[in-house]
């Protein structure tokens, strides 16, 4: 079994800044892309961030210039730092990650149970 757990979130005033964490455990033998989504009420779920095993990262053009992502590898974790924080940032946030469970099995997506991040205008 795999479960990825998401820690963090919180409220914050706009402008200010909050991170997020996520750990995946459990049987794994690789992982491969991690990243964040987002989903604000009466809303889809959007991307926010991801990041590749090899640490090359990807945005939302909404989110670029203020948010951060970042990984451990070894610890099999991932993470966002939000700066600047906007009230329409306002959304749970849902860790992802791309996980091999054995060595010659195929990937699949696993997903966190989200956190909540409130920002107050």
Avoid: H
């Amino acid at each position: 079994q795999v479960q990825l757990v998401e820690s963090g979130g919180g409220l914050v005033q706009a402008g200010g800044s909050l991170s997020v964490s996520c750990a995946a455990s459990g049987t794994i033998f690789s992982i491969n892309a991690m990243g964040w989504y987002r989903q604000a009420p009466g809303k889809q779920r959007e991307l926010v961030a991801t990041i590749s095993s090899g640490g090359v990262s990807n945005y939302a053009d909404s989110v670029k210039g203020r948010f951060t992502i970042s990984r451990d590898n070894a610890k099999n974790t991932v993470a966002l730092q939000m700066n600047s924080l906007k009230p329409e940032d306002t959304a749970v946030y849902y860790c992802t990650a791309r996980i091999r469970i054995r060595i010659l099995g195929k990937e699949n997506d696993y997903w966190g149970r989200g956190t909540q991040v409130t920002v107050s205008s």
